[in-house]
């Protein structure tokens, strides 16, 4: 009931594309849903963060999809740029329980091409 | 402003072998946590702590022990180093309210040989 289960595990999107990662939870009592951006050598930055009573947030070109009844969540990367490269963890945050420990899915590496 | 400081970068161990991962943070975070991350694996975390001298246990504690005698600092031990220790770690910090964001320092690479 504490994972947080992430797809796909890599994708390849050309320049100008849209890059969709999903991800998808059992535990309704998640309270915030947040995305971090990793690359090569670094650690995870905060990238964009939703609520559980929010369908939709957007912040330029990273937009997030949030479906409650179906506790499922999704990222979208509008017109995707070689700098987008990184690595994507989806993550989940109970703040009543484990105190507020964040619970990462596995992972997406993309790779934009030029 | 630092932010989440770790040291060493790099670090290559013998079997059997003990060290010290040093985090340190100096934005005043009350939560720190330590996370290892493998390939295709996600970070799972190791140990967290609520503030100085309250510690525990995160998903995968073995092998591991941690202390938080200062607000600053978050040491991770390994004792009897093993090949399943080689892995990227991560130190993060954050302040205890509700969605605040979490800091990640730079990562240590581990390899036990």
């Known amino acids: 009931q504490q994972q947080v289960k992430q797809s796909p595990q890599s994708l390849i999107v050309q320049k100008g594309g849209i890059s969709i990662i999903n991800c998808a939870y059992e535990?309704?009592?998640?309270?915030?849903f947040p995305w971090y951006q990793q690359f090569p050598g670094k650690g995870p930055a905060l990238l964009i963060a939703?609520?559980?009573?929010?369908s939709e947030k957007k912040e330029g070109r990273f937009t997030i999809s949030f479906n409650k009844s179906a506790k499922q969540f999704s990222l979208h990367i509008m017109d995707s740029q070689p700098g987008d490269s990184a690595t994507y963890f989806c993550?989940?945050?109970?703040?009543?329980?484990?105190?507020?420990?964040?619970?990462f899915g596995k992972g997406t590496k993309l790779s934009v091409k030029p | 402003n630092a932010g989440v400081t770790q040291t060493p970068k790099f670090r290559i161990l013998k079997i059997g072998q003990s060290m010290t991962l040093q985090c340190t943070q100096d934005?005043?975070?009350?939560?720190m946590y330590w996370y290892r991350q493998d390939p295709g694996m996600g970070l799972k975390l190791i140990y967290y702590?609520?503030?100085?001298?309250?510690?525990d246990k995160g998903e995968v504690p073995n092998g591991y022990n941690v202390s938080r005698s200062t607000t600053e600092d978050f040491p991770l031990r390994l004792e009897l180093a093993a090949p399943s220790q080689t892995s990227v770690y991560f130190c993060?910090?954050?302040?205890?309210?509700?969605?605040?964001?979490?800091?990640f320092g730079q990562g240590t690479r581990l390899t036990v040989v």
């Open positions: 993060a910090s954050r302040f205890g309210g509700a969605r605040a964001e979490a800091f």
């Open positions: 535990n309704t009592a998640f309270d915030y």
């Open positions: 939703i609520r559980p009573d929010v």
């Open positions: 993550a989940a945050v109970n703040h009543g329980g484990s105190q507020g420990n964040l619970i």
């Open positions: 934005m005043n975070h009350n939560y």
């Open positions: 702590s609520v503030g100085a001298g309250i510690t």
